[in-house]
């Protein structure tokens, strides 16, 4: 099994910046990429950023596309994502998430190949 715990949300500006980060413990071997989803009240989660384990490919989505960036730190077992000029509709839960298995780089944005989740964090843009 695998652990996730993120942390690093919070009340902030519009314009302003957060860092999130996810820390993975337990069978980390059996992940193939890790990534940051989203849910706002009312709406589905999505995937706002995501990376293979290996650094080779990242995923974003468009609607934060130069605003986030998403790293890992191997050594660490800690996946960041960097969010800058916040706006009020990047208001959500956000979540880490572990991806079991081997899937296409397509799939990195796919809820339903992911296996493992944290217990979210919130993050609040106000305006």
């Known amino acids: 099994q695998v652990q996730l715990v993120e942390s690093g949300g919070g009340l902030v500006q519009a314009g302003g910046s957060l860092r999130l980060s996810c820390v993975a413990s337990g069978r980390i071997s059996s992940i193939h990429a890790m990534g940051w989803f989203r849910q706002a009240p009312g709406k589905e989660r999505e995937c706002v950023a995501a990376?293979?384990?290996?650094?080779?490919?990242?995923y974003y989505a468009d609607s934060v596309k130069g605003r986030f960036t998403i790293s890992r730190d191997n050594a660490e077992n800690t996946v960041y994502l960097q969010m800058n000029s916040l706006k009020p509709e990047d208001t959500a839960v956000y979540y880490c998430a572990g991806q079991k298995g081997v899937y296409t780089d397509n799939a990195l944005r796919a809820p339903y190949t992911y296996a493992y989740w944290g217990q979210g964090t919130q993050v609040t843009v106000s305006s």
């Open positions: 990376i293979t384990w290996s650094g080779g490919s990242t």
